[in-house]
Protein backbone atom coordinates (compact mmCIF):
# COMPACT_ATOMS: atom_id res chain seq x y z
CA UNK A 1 0.00 0.00 0.00
CA UNK A 2 1.65 3.89 -0.84
CA UNK A 3 1.48 5.80 2.16
CA UNK A 4 -0.20 9.08 2.25
CA UNK A 5 2.88 10.71 3.98
CA UNK A 6 6.49 9.98 3.46
CA UNK A 7 9.17 11.58 5.48
CA UNK A 8 12.83 10.47 4.26
CA UNK A 9 15.49 11.99 6.52
CA UNK A 10 14.07 14.90 7.65
CA UNK A 11 15.43 17.79 8.92
CA UNK A 12 14.71 21.15 9.62
CA UNK A 13 16.06 24.43 12.28
CA UNK A 14 14.47 27.91 12.92
CA UNK A 15 16.60 30.74 11.00
CA UNK A 16 17.39 33.40 14.10
CA UNK A 17 19.44 35.56 12.04
CA UNK A 18 22.11 35.04 9.75
CA UNK A 19 24.81 33.50 12.17
CA UNK A 20 22.03 31.88 14.34
CA UNK A 21 19.74 28.65 13.53
CA UNK A 22 18.08 26.56 16.34
CA UNK A 23 18.35 23.03 15.12
CA UNK A 24 14.28 21.25 15.74
CA UNK A 25 14.21 18.34 13.60
CA UNK A 26 16.99 15.82 13.20
CA UNK A 27 16.69 13.07 10.03
CA UNK A 28 13.27 11.70 10.40
CA UNK A 29 11.99 8.90 8.65
CA UNK A 30 8.30 7.67 8.87
CA UNK A 31 5.55 7.18 6.32
CA UNK A 32 1.69 7.42 7.55
CA UNK A 33 -0.78 5.09 5.48
CA UNK A 34 -4.53 5.39 4.57
CA UNK A 35 -6.73 4.69 7.41
CA UNK A 36 -4.17 5.08 10.32
CA UNK A 37 -4.80 7.08 13.46
CA UNK A 38 -1.60 7.95 14.74
CA UNK A 39 -0.48 10.10 17.63
CA UNK A 40 2.57 11.96 18.02
CA UNK A 41 4.00 12.72 21.22
CA UNK A 42 6.94 14.34 22.89
CA UNK A 43 6.97 17.22 25.94
CA UNK A 44 7.15 20.64 25.54
CA UNK A 45 9.79 21.68 22.45
CA UNK A 46 10.49 18.45 21.27
CA UNK A 47 9.61 19.41 18.00
CA UNK A 48 6.02 17.88 17.13
CA UNK A 49 4.86 21.26 16.14
CA UNK A 50 7.45 22.02 13.82
CA UNK A 51 6.88 18.36 12.99
CA UNK A 52 3.25 18.29 12.31
CA UNK A 53 3.89 21.62 9.93
CA UNK A 54 5.48 19.55 7.75
CA UNK A 55 3.36 17.01 6.99
CA UNK A 56 1.56 19.20 4.75
CA UNK A 57 3.98 21.82 3.45
CA UNK A 58 3.24 24.62 5.81
CA UNK A 59 7.14 24.22 6.30
CA UNK A 60 9.29 22.53 3.88
CA UNK A 61 13.06 20.15 5.18
CA UNK A 62 16.15 22.29 5.39
CA UNK A 63 17.34 18.22 4.30
CA UNK A 64 15.34 15.53 3.26
CA UNK A 65 12.17 15.22 1.76
CA UNK A 66 8.19 15.04 2.69
CA UNK A 67 6.12 13.17 -0.11
CA UNK A 68 2.59 13.55 -0.21
CA UNK A 69 0.32 11.33 -2.47
CA UNK A 70 3.76 11.06 -4.11
CA UNK A 71 4.13 14.66 -4.49
CA UNK A 72 7.38 16.56 -3.01
CA UNK A 73 5.78 18.96 -0.72
CA UNK A 74 8.07 21.67 -1.92
CA UNK A 75 6.61 21.54 -5.58
CA UNK A 76 4.75 24.80 -5.45
CA UNK A 77 2.38 24.24 -8.21
CA UNK A 78 1.04 21.41 -5.76
CA UNK A 79 0.89 23.00 -2.69
CA UNK A 80 -2.95 23.64 -3.17
CA UNK A 81 -3.76 19.91 -3.54
CA UNK A 82 -1.08 19.09 -0.89
CA UNK A 83 -2.78 21.21 1.56
CA UNK A 84 -6.06 19.54 0.42
CA UNK A 85 -5.39 15.95 0.55
CA UNK A 86 -3.71 16.64 4.09
CA UNK A 87 -5.99 19.57 6.29
CA UNK A 88 -5.19 20.68 9.74
CA UNK A 89 -6.95 21.43 12.36
CA UNK A 90 -5.00 24.04 14.98
CA UNK A 91 -4.99 24.73 18.85
CA UNK A 92 -7.10 27.94 18.97
CA UNK A 93 -10.34 28.04 18.16
CA UNK A 94 -11.08 31.15 17.52
CA UNK A 95 -8.12 31.74 14.59
CA UNK A 96 -9.62 29.07 12.49
CA UNK A 97 -13.08 31.34 12.43
CA UNK A 98 -13.42 33.28 9.74
CA UNK A 99 -17.20 33.93 8.74
CA UNK A 100 -20.31 34.85 10.64
CA UNK A 101 -22.10 31.92 10.19
CA UNK A 102 -21.38 28.86 10.89
CA UNK A 103 -22.49 27.08 7.26
CA UNK A 104 -20.57 29.95 5.93
CA UNK A 105 -17.86 29.02 8.21
CA UNK A 106 -17.44 25.25 6.56
CA UNK A 107 -17.81 26.39 2.97
CA UNK A 108 -15.51 28.48 3.27
CA UNK A 109 -12.55 26.68 1.86
CA UNK A 110 -15.30 25.47 -1.13
CA UNK A 111 -15.26 29.08 -1.98
CA UNK A 112 -11.80 29.79 -2.50
CA UNK A 113 -11.65 26.82 -5.14
CA UNK A 114 -14.69 27.40 -6.93
CA UNK A 115 -16.68 24.55 -6.05
CA UNK A 116 -19.99 24.95 -8.23
CA UNK A 117 -23.27 25.76 -5.65
CA UNK A 118 -25.27 22.67 -5.30
CA UNK A 119 -21.94 20.44 -4.98
CA UNK A 120 -21.30 22.74 -1.92
CA UNK A 121 -24.21 22.83 -0.09
CA UNK A 122 -24.34 19.12 -0.26
CA UNK A 123 -20.65 18.81 1.15
CA UNK A 124 -21.29 21.24 4.38
CA UNK A 125 -24.75 19.62 4.88
CA UNK A 126 -22.50 16.04 5.05
CA UNK A 127 -20.16 17.49 7.06
CA UNK A 128 -21.89 19.51 9.57
CA UNK A 129 -23.65 15.90 10.18
CA UNK A 130 -20.48 14.11 10.55
CA UNK A 131 -19.50 16.94 13.77
CA UNK A 132 -23.36 16.76 14.45
CA UNK A 133 -23.23 20.71 13.93
CA UNK A 134 -26.23 20.63 11.65
CA UNK A 135 -28.62 22.58 14.42
CA UNK A 136 -25.82 25.15 14.83
CA UNK A 137 -25.86 25.73 11.09
CA UNK A 138 -27.36 29.23 11.39
CA UNK A 139 -25.79 30.06 14.47
CA UNK A 140 -22.54 32.93 14.36
CA UNK A 141 -19.80 31.10 15.51
CA UNK A 142 -18.61 33.12 18.31
CA UNK A 143 -21.79 32.08 20.30
CA UNK A 144 -20.39 28.31 20.04
CA UNK A 145 -18.31 26.23 23.07
CA UNK A 146 -14.33 25.67 22.51
CA UNK A 147 -15.21 22.22 21.32
CA UNK A 148 -18.34 23.39 19.08
CA UNK A 149 -15.84 25.70 17.42
CA UNK A 150 -13.26 22.88 16.87
CA UNK A 151 -16.02 20.07 15.44
CA UNK A 152 -16.96 23.62 12.83
CA UNK A 153 -13.29 23.83 11.79
CA UNK A 154 -13.16 19.87 11.47
CA UNK A 155 -16.44 20.35 8.99
CA UNK A 156 -14.52 23.06 7.39
CA UNK A 157 -11.69 20.55 6.26
CA UNK A 158 -14.06 17.47 5.86
CA UNK A 159 -15.56 19.57 3.92
CA UNK A 160 -12.76 19.81 1.36
CA UNK A 161 -12.89 15.70 0.96
CA UNK A 162 -9.31 15.52 2.60
CA UNK A 163 -8.11 12.13 3.11
CA UNK A 164 -5.96 12.97 6.03
CA UNK A 165 -6.49 15.20 9.40
CA UNK A 166 -3.76 16.69 11.77
CA UNK A 167 -4.86 17.74 14.67
CA UNK A 168 -2.28 20.24 15.92
CA UNK A 169 -3.00 20.10 19.92
CA UNK A 170 -6.57 20.88 18.84
CA UNK A 171 -7.87 19.88 22.18
CA UNK A 172 -5.39 21.63 24.12
CA UNK A 173 -7.79 24.93 24.46
CA UNK A 174 -10.86 22.96 25.46
CA UNK A 175 -12.54 21.99 28.93
CA UNK A 176 -12.90 18.00 29.34
CA UNK A 177 -16.30 18.25 27.66
CA UNK A 178 -14.99 20.40 24.36
CA UNK A 179 -11.85 17.31 24.54
CA UNK A 180 -14.38 14.40 24.42
CA UNK A 181 -16.22 15.83 21.73
CA UNK A 182 -13.55 16.42 19.38
CA UNK A 183 -11.86 12.74 20.16
CA UNK A 184 -15.46 11.34 19.35
CA UNK A 185 -15.32 13.29 15.81
CA UNK A 186 -11.82 11.84 15.26
CA UNK A 187 -12.81 8.58 15.89
CA UNK A 188 -15.77 8.24 13.66
CA UNK A 189 -13.65 9.94 11.28
CA UNK A 190 -11.01 7.03 11.61
CA UNK A 191 -14.05 5.06 11.62
CA UNK A 192 -15.68 5.65 7.90
CA UNK A 193 -11.82 5.58 6.87
CA UNK A 194 -9.86 8.83 7.31
CA UNK A 195 -6.79 9.15 8.18
CA UNK A 196 -5.71 10.62 11.31
CA UNK A 197 -3.17 12.25 13.22
CA UNK A 198 -3.58 13.65 16.06
CA UNK A 199 -0.34 16.00 17.90
CA UNK A 200 -0.96 15.64 21.57
CA UNK A 201 0.63 16.00 24.85
CA UNK A 202 -2.54 14.48 26.23
CA UNK A 203 -1.58 10.61 26.96
CA UNK A 204 -5.08 9.44 27.62
CA UNK A 205 -5.93 10.93 24.33
CA UNK A 206 -2.32 9.24 22.53
CA UNK A 207 -3.92 5.99 23.90
CA UNK A 208 -6.97 6.58 21.59
CA UNK A 209 -4.86 6.33 18.41
CA UNK A 210 -3.74 2.68 16.53
CA UNK A 211 -0.21 4.24 16.22
CA UNK A 212 2.04 6.29 18.59
CA UNK A 213 4.95 8.38 17.61
CA UNK A 214 7.26 9.25 20.51
CA UNK A 215 9.81 12.29 19.92
CA UNK A 216 12.46 13.65 22.04
CA UNK A 217 14.99 16.38 20.56
CA UNK A 218 13.58 16.03 17.05
CA UNK A 219 13.93 12.68 16.76
CA UNK A 220 12.05 9.60 16.61
CA UNK A 221 12.42 7.54 19.41
CA UNK A 222 9.67 5.10 19.69
CA UNK A 223 7.30 4.24 17.23
CA UNK A 224 4.27 1.25 17.67
CA UNK A 225 1.08 0.55 18.72
CA UNK A 226 0.02 2.71 22.70
CA UNK A 227 -0.45 -1.00 24.56
CA UNK A 228 3.57 -1.70 23.77
CA UNK A 229 4.81 1.98 24.39
CA UNK A 230 2.91 2.31 27.55
CA UNK A 231 4.64 -0.92 29.18
CA UNK A 232 8.13 1.81 28.93
CA UNK A 233 6.75 3.42 31.68
CA UNK A 234 10.48 4.26 32.86
CA UNK A 235 11.59 5.53 29.50
CA UNK A 236 8.69 7.77 29.02
CA UNK A 237 9.67 9.12 32.38
CA UNK A 238 12.98 9.88 31.40
CA UNK A 239 11.62 11.59 28.56
CA UNK A 240 9.20 13.67 31.16
CA UNK A 241 6.02 11.76 29.99
CA UNK A 242 3.70 9.92 31.78
CA UNK A 243 1.33 6.57 31.09
CA UNK A 244 -2.33 7.57 30.88
CA UNK A 245 -3.67 8.07 34.25
CA UNK A 246 -6.03 4.88 33.97
CA UNK A 247 -3.05 2.88 33.60
CA UNK A 248 -1.29 4.42 36.31
CA UNK A 249 -4.41 3.65 38.68
CA UNK A 250 -4.86 0.04 37.28
CA UNK A 251 -1.61 -0.54 38.47
CA UNK A 252 -2.03 0.38 41.92
CA UNK A 253 -5.61 -2.02 41.91
CA UNK A 254 -3.24 -4.77 40.61
CA UNK A 255 -1.03 -4.47 43.29
CA UNK A 256 -3.90 -4.88 45.90
CA UNK A 257 -6.07 -7.20 43.55
CA UNK A 258 -3.96 -9.54 41.10
CA UNK A 259 -7.30 -10.14 39.14
CA UNK A 260 -7.47 -6.49 38.14
CA UNK A 261 -5.90 -6.15 35.01
CA UNK A 262 -2.60 -3.56 35.00
CA UNK A 263 -2.77 -3.88 31.04
CA UNK A 264 -5.20 -1.15 30.89
CA UNK A 265 -4.71 2.10 28.58
CA UNK A 266 -8.31 3.39 28.42
CA UNK A 267 -10.92 5.26 30.25
CA UNK A 268 -13.61 2.37 28.98
CA UNK A 269 -11.39 -0.43 29.70
CA UNK A 270 -10.99 0.72 32.67
CA UNK A 271 -14.53 1.03 33.35
CA UNK A 272 -15.37 -2.52 32.00
CA UNK A 273 -12.51 -3.97 34.42
CA UNK A 274 -14.47 -1.76 37.84
CA UNK A 275 -17.48 -3.25 36.40
CA UNK A 276 -16.45 -7.18 35.97
CA UNK A 277 -14.90 -6.77 39.19
CA UNK A 278 -18.13 -5.69 41.14
CA UNK A 279 -19.71 -8.72 39.18
CA UNK A 280 -17.37 -11.14 40.42
CA UNK A 281 -17.54 -9.61 44.01
CA UNK A 282 -22.01 -9.96 43.80
CA UNK A 283 -21.31 -13.73 42.54
P1 LIG B 1 6.57 21.18 20.62
O1 LIG B 1 5.41 21.28 19.70
O2 LIG B 1 6.99 19.78 20.88
O3 LIG B 1 6.40 21.95 21.90
P2 LIG B 1 7.93 22.95 18.76
O4 LIG B 1 8.00 22.30 17.43
O5 LIG B 1 6.88 23.99 18.98
O6 LIG B 1 7.85 21.82 19.88
O7 LIG B 1 9.33 23.62 19.11
C1 LIG B 1 10.56 22.94 19.02
C2 LIG B 1 11.71 23.91 19.27
O8 LIG B 1 11.70 24.89 18.23
C3 LIG B 1 11.59 24.69 20.57
O9 LIG B 1 12.90 24.82 21.10
C4 LIG B 1 11.05 26.03 20.15
O10 LIG B 1 11.49 27.04 21.01
C5 LIG B 1 11.64 26.20 18.77
N1 LIG B 1 10.75 27.01 17.90
C6 LIG B 1 9.46 26.74 17.62
N2 LIG B 1 8.95 27.66 16.76
C7 LIG B 1 9.97 28.52 16.50
C8 LIG B 1 10.08 29.71 15.67
N3 LIG B 1 9.05 30.14 14.94
N4 LIG B 1 11.28 30.34 15.65
C9 LIG B 1 12.32 29.88 16.38
N5 LIG B 1 12.29 28.77 17.17
C10 LIG B 1 11.12 28.10 17.23
Known amino acids: MEPIIRLDNVSFAYKINEKTKVSVLKNISFSIFPGEYVAIIGHNGSGKSTLSKHLNGILT ?7 VHGHNTREMKKKRDIRRAVGTVFQHPDNQIVATIVEEDVAFGLENIGVAREEMKKRVDEALNVVKMSEFRHRPPHHLSGGQKQRVAIAGVLAMQSDCIVFDE ?11 EVLQVMRKMNDIGMTIITVTHHMSEAAEADR ?5 GGQIVMD ?5 IFKHKQELENLQLEVPSVSQMAEVIHSQLTNFSRDLIQEEEFI ?7 KEEVV
Open 61 to 67: PDHGDVW
Open 170 to 180: ATSMLDSFGRK
Open 212 to 216: IIVIE
Open 224 to 228: GPPRE
Open 272 to 278: AEVEKLS
